[in-house]
């Protein structure tokens, strides 16, 4: 594929990170144990997710500039979007922000960490007259690369021709020759109705393989699994997974090195399975929770909806740790469970960035108080 346009070079390294962090704590006055290590990473225990808003001139500039601001802070480095949000615009404005934030000399491409996602059929919302279906039969289904068999009644496809080119949109919107970490988005949600468990795990293997296709060519560095239900519900539910089984299936296709090193899923003082429901299994531990499990597996976990897209923040939570704010008693317990790499929040308006980003200048709960803190807010003792 040739490229059409200039493209940073690059992708988050150990010494960048680091560059970004001794920065964040001398300058911007980042509490240091806000930064989480993972593979010799230090990523911040905040990121910035980008899939609220309209695919609208207004909402590209919003979500650019808040990038900019909250990379610029010092209290982000983990970025989080998906081709599909906002039509591929999101990926776009997080392209521009980059962009702008290497050239200001703010930041080089080496300390920061990019995730987007893939697997929804999507259009490319700078061409509005042309629909989602009518974008898929021209670029897809026309040319033979995809059937319409392979869009499951969920509006997911995880046909290898089909994840080949999201890579490749995705690296051209965001103008990078290396994206970080991809995930394959919600798809046993997408698909439980439509194909059987071990249907699935053959496909699931196939689109690990194409990953590690273009991790072999530097194009992504690590890949995942971005879930809204499969990992946060008992195991005999019909939309299940284990995530022991998508181990064994990555380890079986990229071998002892392959990149399956993250997961994605939401977390919440609405939605706490992760930190209470005793669904996985990894070899002879049994009934862990999903981060249990994930440490014992050696993978990061990011969480999404901290707020609930803004419905907890009418919630009755009490003040704990010093803390008064409730945008701020709603991340801190979130950024503070153990094994959370970050928690994703979506941010647009200046305000809402300039507000979230500072409670990276508190430390995060230590374990000590995390239990205490979870113990008043939830009345449950983990």
Known sequence: MTNLYTAVDGFATPEGTQDYVNK????????????????????????????????????????????????????????????????????????????RLIKDNIISRDQIFICTKNGYITNDG?????????????????????????????????????????????????KLNTIDLVYIHNAYESWNE????????????EVFRTYERYRSQNKLRYYGMATWTSFRVP????????????????EEVGHENHGFKFIQLPYNLAYSEALFLKNQDVGAQKDLTILEACKRLNLGVFTSVPLLQTRLLSARIPDYSGLTDQVH??????????????????????????????????????????????????????
């Open 126 to 174: 700078d061409y509005p007259s042309v629909d989602v279906m009518q974008y898929i039969q021209k670029m897809f289904i026309s040319p033979g690369l995809i059937a319409p068999t392979d869009i499951s009644s969920g509006y997911n496809v995880l046909n290898p021709n089909y994840i080949s080119r999201c890579i490749d949109k995705s690296l051209m919107n965001m």
């Open 235 to 250: 195991k005999d539910s019909k939309e299940y997974l284990s995530i022991a089984d998508m181990v064994k299936i990555a």
């Open 24 to 99: 964040a704590v001398q300058n911007d006055k980042i509490a240091p144990s806000h930064f989480r290590r993972f593979n010799d990473l230090l990523l911040s225990s905040i990121g910035i997710g980008t899939y609220l808003g309209e695919p609208t001139t207004i909402d590209d500039e919003l979500i650019e500039n808040a990038v900019y601001e909250s990379v610029k802070s010092g209290a982000v480095n983990v970025i989080d979007t998906a081709i599909n949000y906002r039509f591929m615009k999101s990926e776009k404005s997080i392209g521009r922000a980059i962009e």
């Open 329 to 382: 008693k709603l991340i801190q317990i979130i950024r503070s469970t153990p094994s959370v790499t970050a928690a994703l929040i979506g941010q647009k308006s200046p305000d809402h960035v300039t507000k979230n980003m500072d409670i990276a200048k508190t430390a995060p709960l230590e374990e000590s108080d995390f239990k205490k803190a979870v113990n008043m807010l939830s009345q449950r003792e983990i």
């Open 194 to 205: 439509d194909v059987s468990k071990d249907e699935f795990y053959k496909l699931i293997a």
